[in-house]
């Protein structure tokens, strides 16, 4: 197995994984998008709230705002051993927010909350809720670390895919390079240069087959296949955890549940 890495800055990463079939390649992406732990507003205490908002709804979009996640710093609370319902500074993070409309309608934002440890909203720019003049709310938001199966809330990736490598064949004897293919691709894959039909980007071609299918000459000169065992990954991260993270944690996850299983056959 291979990897090479095709782009990466802080919210994206797009990289190339060879030699492994399907089943590695979606075992990869469903671990990164369920099984690599993050943090998330799990409990609010509701101190004061007197807006037009239920005290439900504005919990549930609290714990829809991504936040910043130090898997070095915290354990997850089932294994924190502390006992206590709204957890520890072990494996809870603990934010604030208050905030009221004095003289003329305010909007509440992400940024508006606080925190005196690292874990903070990813982007302050995230509207909460309006207050109208005289409305006010006050409340502690307690965040721990889970996972995407549990909930949407705690998904690292908002974008996590793969495709096969695509590999396309051009027969020049036959091909009498009308351009047919190189107007209908949306891509931008094929070129004529010259006189000729070649392929410009072949790592953009998305295997829709438009090409193929618009070729005025039967068979086509042009085939489009795809390795099997050769996989272009996307992911793009919610802010919470650096893509290249990601991907690492789902490996070790993997490979934990890997030895797991391994020690359970071996026991049988």
């Known amino acids: 197995m291979e990897i090479k890495i095709l782009h990466m800055d ?3 990463m797009a990289f190339l994984l060879t030699g492994v079939g399907p089943r590695l390649a979606n075992a990869i992406r469903r671990a990164m998008m369920s099984e690599v732990p993050t943090m998330a507003i799990d409990d609010v205490v509701i101190l004061e709230n007197n807006s037009s908002m239920y005290d439900e709804i504005l919990a549930h979009r609290l714990g829809l705002i991504p936040l910043t996640t130090d898997l070095d ?12 319902e709204l957890g520890c500074s072990r494996c809870t993070a603990t934010l604030t927010l208050e905030a009221e409309a ?10 508006d909350l606080k925190s005196e440890s690292d874990v903070r909203p990813v982007s302050g720019r995230i509207p909460i809720l309006k207050l109208a003049p005289g409305q006010r709310i006050k409340l502690e938001a307690y965040a721990r670390l889970g996972r995407g199966k549990e909930h949407a809330k705690w998904q690292p990736t908002s974008t996590c895919s ?18 047919q293919c190189v107007r209908i691709c949306p891509k931008g894959v094929l070129r004529i240069d010259g006189s000729k ?4 980007n072949e790592m953009a071609c998305t ?8 070729c005025p000459i039967s068979p086509p000169p042009i085939a489009v296949t795809w390795d099997r065992t050769s996989f272009i990954f996307k992911v793009r991260s919610v802010g919470s955890l ?12 993997i490979k934990e549940k890997a030895i797991e299983m391994h020690q359970a056959l071996s026991a049988t």
Request: include cysteine.
């Open 102 to 111: 004095v003289g003329e309608p305010i909007t509440v934002y992400s940024g």
């Open 197 to 200: 039909l070649v392929v410009a």
């Open 10 to 12: 802080a919210q994206e």
């Open 162 to 179: 793969y495709k096969n490598v695509p590999r396309i064949r051009i027969d020049g004897k036959r091909c009498d390079a009308c351009g």
């Open 73 to 84: 710093s915290y354990v997850p609370r089932e294994v924190c051993g502390c006992g206590s």
């Open 207 to 214: 295997l829709c087959m438009d090409c193929v299918r618009a």
């Open 242 to 253: 650096s893509p290249e993270r990601i991907f690492k944690e789902s490996c070790k996850v």
